[in-house]
């Protein structure tokens, strides 16, 4: 079962920065989990929400920065908002990636770094945006792709992997059961959970047989 960090290990350091993932990695994480936007000078950058607001000591929409006023803020215990290229450099040989595309336009940019660094088995990249994972597989089919759904019936989900040739389904803990794993697993598909943090959920997701948890604290996995 793959131990997956959770915007790094963002229970005990400041999410999506170099010093969360840089603790995830030394919990002995298999993989990191992030989320990718675009800003307006062009640069992939790692942050989970729309506007800076709630992670950082600045205002307004990450698509609004340019990365020389990006970089001015503090996104935590002095950590800097990273490029994707900061996060692949730190982590890459050491752990895997699921890089999460949050904004709307970041797959073509994503898909260029992911072939200079032709890093294909070392990353999964995921999103509830289907669009950009389409883009993806149309472009580029050899990224491996997961699908992100917080939908309750297994059926829509299961029709979008294939249609999208996702091998991975990425869920919410709150709709897990044995048969929801059983289900996703007869289809051929491996199931990984978001975000299961306390050690009871983490026993039971054991217990049915997933195949990778997200957690904020990955040490107890
Ligand atoms: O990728 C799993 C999980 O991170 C999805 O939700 O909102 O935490 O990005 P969110
Ligand atoms: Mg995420």
Do not use: W
Not at 61 to 81: N, P, Q
Not at 95 to 118: F, H, M, P
Not at 163 to 191: F, M, P, S
């Amino acid at each position: 079962m793959l131990k997956i960090g959770h915007r790094g290990a963002c229970g005990y350091e400041p999410e999506n920065t170099l010093k969360s993932f840089q603790k995830a990695l030394s919990l002995g994480v298999d993989m990191i989990e992030f989320d990718v936007h675009k800003i307006k000078s062009g640069e992939l950058v790692i942050i989970h929400d729309d506007y800076v607001d709630r992670t950082t000591n600045g205002r307004g929409l990450v698509a609004d920065y340019d990365l020389e006023s990006l970089r001015k803020l503090d996104a935590g215990r002095g950590e800097k908002i990273p490029t994707l290229d900061e996060a692949l450099d730190l982590i890459i040989g050491k752990g895997r990636v699921n890089t999460e595309i949050k904004g709307v336009d970041v797959a073509e940019d994503l898909i260029k770094i992911i072939k200079q660094r032709n890093i294909f088995d070392q990353l999964i990249v995921s999103s509830f945006n289907y669009g950009q994972l389409l883009i993806i597989k149309n472009l580029e089919p050899r990224i491996p792709l997961a699908i992100l759904s917080e939908e309750f019936r297994l059926a829509p989900c299961l029709e979008l992997c294939q249609q999208l040739g996702a091998k991975d389904l990425n869920v919410n803990l709150a709709y897990v059961d044995k048969e929801y794993v059983d289900t996703i697993h007869r289809a051929g598909l491996r199931i990984n959970v978001y975000t299961v943090n306390d050690p009871v959920d983490i026993l039971r997701m054991k217990e049915y047989g997933v195949d990778g948890i997200f957690s904020n604290y990955p040490d107890r996995l």
